[in-house]
């Protein structure tokens, strides 16, 4: 007769048993030791706290209290607490306000990148070990989901680790662009210190109705404009990502370094910018252009699904009803902000 002392590598029910048990030390931490800010990944524990002494305090709590329940904890990966600290394979700063990939990985992301961008043909091992690196990337660059689509459209059908895939120009533009990324954000990414709800952050409201035009609406600013007879021709859900796009652009400089909930009635459109990806070509190309302005400006985004008709003053605005929209939105401004004609609808639908 014999027992497993440990949970079996592989084993497929390990993961969540694991799971469970760190649920459960975590919360002894929180509901026994009062230790308010902490969260596990697995078998890491993260623990925060307004000063060094209470986080020594909780620290030093927590130890204890899983050397009497014969938890083993590793000394030598067990950190003191700092203003900077990495967990899960990311530098946290809290002087900085920045979570950011250790240069290590930056470097080796980079060398990634140049040693296969250049080559014609590479195998899907290679591929699947790239796209592998650049999805954790986006722990910290979330948004470069996007430029992950065509990659791993590439592996799609392929099923040998040997066999030979084309890099085509699209992937290699995408490569370019995780390049810039590296480059020029340095793997960084500000913690935005305001919550969705607070008064600095912004509520974008935006429709598209395809008999008349598209309109949006952010505190008291508004555009809106008619499409074309070949742009009416065009899903719903690409003319409802247009005026998003235009809020972005027209409206980037009071939207640097601030959160924006974008408020969207089409269901579909909030799960892709949310997923920051989506296997639509045409969207996916305004998908990348929204993205590319909200790094630039460090805005942090996220949706949210509004029924129809709570959506009042840009669905009035999309039926290019102004009336209706001044008495849905009396604090508006009297007259609309001018898009500039390079960010009209022609230039990207």
Same mark, same amino acid.
Request: with cysteine; net charge positive.
């Given at each position: 007769?014999?027992?497993?002392?440990?949970?079996?590598?592989? !084993?497929?029910?390990?993961?969540? !048993?694991?799971?469970?048990?760190?649920?459960?030390?975590?919360?002894?931490?929180?509901?026994?030791?009062?230790?308010?800010?902490?969260?596990?990944?697995?078998?890491?524990?993260?623990?925060?706290?307004? &000063?060094?002494?209470?986080?020594?305090?909780?620290?030093?709590?927590? +130890?204890?209290?899983?050397?009497?329940?014969?938890?083993?904890?590793?000394?030598?990966?067990?950190?003191?607490?700092?203003?900077?600290?990495?967990?899960?394979?990311?530098?946290?700063?809290?002087?900085?306000?920045?979570?950011?990939?250790?240069?290590?990985?930056?470097?080796?992301?980079?060398?990634?990148?140049?040693?296969?961008?250049?080559?014609?043909?590479?195998? !899907?091992?290679? !591929? @699947?070990?790239?796209?592998?690196?650049?999805?954790?990337?986006?722990?910290? %660059?979330?948004?470069?989901?996007?430029?992950?689509?065509? +990659?791993?459209?590439?592996?799609?059908? %392929?099923?040998?680790?040997?066999?030979?895939?084309?890099?085509?120009?699209?992937?290699?533009?995408?490569?370019?662009?995780?390049?810039? $990324? +590296?480059?020029?954000?340095?793997?960084?990414?500000?913690?935005?210190?305001?919550?969705?709800?607070? /008064?600095?952050?912004?509520?974008?409201?935006?429709?598209?109705?395809?008999?008349?035009?598209?309109?949006?609406?952010?505190?008291?600013?508004?555009?809106?404009?008619?499409?074309?007879?070949?742009?009416?021709?065009?899903?719903?859900?690409?003319?409802?990502?247009?005026?998003?796009?235009?809020? $972005?652009?027209?409206?980037?400089?009071?939207?640097? /370094?601030?959160?924006?909930?974008?408020?969207?009635?089409?269901?579909?459109?909030?799960?892709?910018?949310?997923?920051?990806?989506?296997?639509?070509?045409?969207?996916? &190309?305004?998908?990348?252009?929204?993205?590319?302005?909200?790094?630039?400006?460090?805005?942090?985004?996220?949706?949210?699904?509004?029924?129809?008709?709570?959506?009042?003053?840009?669905?009035?605005?999309?039926?290019?009803?102004?009336?209706?929209?001044?008495?849905?939105?009396?604090?508006?401004?009297?007259?609309?902000? @001018?898009?500039?004609?390079?960010? +009209?609808? /022609?230039?990207?639908?």
């Amino acid at each position: 007769m014999y027992f497993d002392k440990c949970l079996p590598f592989g !084993l497929s029910c390990s993961c969540q !048993l694991f799971e469970i048990f760190s649920s459960s030390v975590e919360w002894i931490a929180k509901e026994k030791l009062a230790i308010p800010h902490i969260i596990h990944l697995l078998d890491d524990f993260f623990i925060a706290a307004n &000063t060094k002494d209470s986080c020594e305090e909780h620290l030093s709590k927590f +130890l204890d209290t899983c050397n009497d329940l014969g938890i083993p904890m590793s000394k030598e990966k067990t950190t003191k607490p700092a203003t900077t600290i990495s967990f899960a394979g990311i530098e946290l700063d809290s002087v900085a306000y920045e979570a950011r990939l250790p240069s290590d990985k930056i470097t080796n992301c980079l060398s990634l990148i140049e040693h296969n961008r250049t080559k014609k043909k590479i195998t !899907l091992q290679e !591929l @699947q070990s790239i796209i592998g690196t650049l999805n954790f990337c986006c722990y910290i %660059i979330p948004s470069g989901r996007a430029f992950l689509r065509r +990659l791993i459209d590439l592996t799609k059908g %392929i099923t040998k680790p040997h066999h030979k895939i084309r890099l085509n120009k699209e992937a290699r533009s995408d490569l370019l662009m995780w390049d810039g $990324f +590296l480059r020029n954000f340095n793997g960084k990414a500000l913690i935005h210190s305001e919550g969705w709800d607070s /008064n600095t952050s912004f509520q974008l409201y935006t429709d598209s109705s395809t008999t008349f035009g598209y309109g949006a609406i952010s505190d008291n600013e508004w555009f809106y404009g008619p499409w074309t007879p070949q742009q009416k021709q065009l899903n719903i859900t690409t003319l409802e990502f247009y005026p998003i796009l235009a809020a $972005f652009l027209v409206w980037s400089k009071k939207f640097t /370094n601030k959160k924006v909930t974008i408020h969207s009635d089409n269901e579909a459109l909030v799960y892709i910018l949310n997923k920051c990806s989506t296997t639509d070509p045409l969207l996916l &190309t305004l998908l990348r252009k929204l993205i590319l302005t909200s790094m630039r400006h460090n805005i942090a985004f996220r949706s949210v699904h509004i029924p129809g008709v709570k959506n009042t003053s840009a669905d009035a605005l999309s039926r290019l009803n102004l009336q209706k929209f001044h008495q849905a939105s009396p604090q508006a401004l009297p007259y609309p902000t @001018q898009i500039p004609a390079q960010w +009209l609808p /022609n230039a990207f639908i």
